[in-house]
T-cell receptor
Framework: QQPVQSPQAVILREGEDAVINCSSS?????VHWYRQKHGEAPVFLMI?????EQKGHDKISASFNEKKQQSSLYLTASQLSYSGTYFCGTSKGGSNYKLTFGKGTLLTVNP | EAQVTQNPRYLITVTGKKLTVTCSQNMNHEYMSWYRQDPGLGLRQIYYSMNVEVTDKGDVPEGYKVSRKEKRNFPLILESPSPNQTSLYFC?????????????FGAGSRLTVL
């Protein structure tokens, strides 16, 4: 069962902030975030394993609310290079062997 | 260079003509997986393999077969392709099926079935 991502698409001006949400109807073991630039393969951003865990990478950070079964990706002071489609992947149970991705959020950053 | 290599990158074929998309990784990863990507549907898992000779269905396995005879290779077989299998296919691998491990994706194979 695919996690639900919102919004489906967002357009920003350089320097603006964005939040991408990922939610599931089932209990989650982990949440994975990947970014795919146009015409390229998805590339890893971060993994969150525990409820309440937050991580950051440059000006991109994420949180995982285990109780609400959701994760949010925060992009701060967006740069042109942030443009792409963001996917969250979720796994259930005690392992990550079946990773199910959402439909993606298309982020466009304009000058 | 650590990588996942898929071939062919582009293929146009006709309905019913068997084809194989190869996937090879040079990182000694235990876990490998195939995804298909379609507009508006995101990445959907077709099959995955936790190790040699251990494979299992993902969310959309119908019409596909896989095998894992060697650790480095995980081919995707379409025995009788149909137009609804026109898609962009990604192979991915990671060091283990367990724990917080990063998926490394191949460059993708764009398949068109006429």
């Amino acid at each position: 069962q695919q996690p639900v991502q919102s919004p489906q698409a967002v357009i920003l001006r350089e320097g603006e902030d964005a939040v991408i949400n990922c939610s599931s109807s089932k209990a989650l073991y982990s949440v994975h975030w990947y970014r795919q630039k146009h015409g390229e393969a998805p590339v890893f951003l971060m993994i969150l394993l525990k409820g309440g865990e937050q991580k950051g990478h440059d000006k991109i950070s994420a949180s995982f609310n285990e109780k609400k079964q959701q994760s949010s990706l925060y992009l701060t002071a967006s740069q042109l290079s942030y443009s792409g489609t963001y996917f969250c992947g979720t796994s259930k149970g005690g392992s990550n062997y079946k990773l199910t991705f959402g439909k993606g959020t298309l982020l466009t950053v304009n000058p | 260079e650590a990588q996942v290599t898929q071939n062919p990158r582009y293929l146009i074929t006709v309905t019913g003509k068997k084809l194989t998309v190869t996937c090879s990784q040079n990182m000694n990863h235990e876990y490998m997986s195939w995804y298909r990507q379609d507009p508006g549907l995101g990445l959907r898992q077709i099959y995955y393999s936790m190790n040699v000779e251990v494979t299992d269905k993902g969310d959309v396995p119908e019409g596909y077969k896989v095998s894992r005879k060697e650790k480095r290779n995980f081919p995707l077989i379409l025995e009788s392709p149909s137009p609804n299998q026109t898609s962009l296919y990604f192979c991915a691998s990671r060091i283990s099926a367990y724990g917080a491990n990063v998926l490394t994706f191949g460059a993708g194979s764009r398949l068109t079935v006429l």
